[in-house]
């Protein structure tokens, strides 16, 4: 089973990484220009929780920093396609499987949470996954067409932490 796996970030300046896929794997890119940044905050004592929601918007959950901007931000948004050779075979017949996973090594804040939004290009197999700090759902067959998925999430601020935060997550996909 070929899969590919994409490394993104949310942060002033952005830590997208795409992987080349190889023949029969799906490709996921996860634009620099559609990946949130929190922008500037002021440091709190006790950790602090900001959700980034689906439609961009930016709510303080918890906690006592301050982010220095009010406005929204571009919500991060997925992006689907089928390898090099666009087998017809497995994009047409096979389901998709897709897991998100924070990565908190080295980071002073970190993804908490991801939230499923909008979806194209496809529809979710079983319906459209709960909330979860590391998702994992399936896809219904995508075809030779593009996939796209915007999600939210909720990230955490280590307290002390000031100026712009940078977060990492890692996303898998591929064919079931």
Known sequence: MRRSRVSGGLAASCLCLAAVPAAGEVTVNLPAPTTPALGEIVAGTVPTVFRIGVDGSVTRISGDA???????????????????????????????????????????????????????????????????????????PMGLGVVT????????????????????????????
């Open 66 to 140: 301050v982010r220095l901007s009010n406005a929204p931000v571009t919500p991060p948004t997925m992006r689907l396609t089928c390898g090099l050779l666009n087998l017809a075979n497995l994009c047409v017949v096979r389901n998709i499987r897709i897991t998100m996973t924070p990565q908190s090594s080295g980071t002073v804040a970190s993804v908490t949470m991801f939230h499923i939004g909008a979806i194209s290009g496809t529809s979710f197999v079983g319906g459209a996954p709960a909330d979860a700090s590391t998702m994992n759902f399936q896809l219904t």
């Open 149 to 176: 998925i915007q999600f939210g999430v909720d990230i955490t601020v280590a307290p002390g932490q000031r100026g712009a935060t940078v977060t990492r997550y890692t996303v898998n996909a591929d064919f079931v």
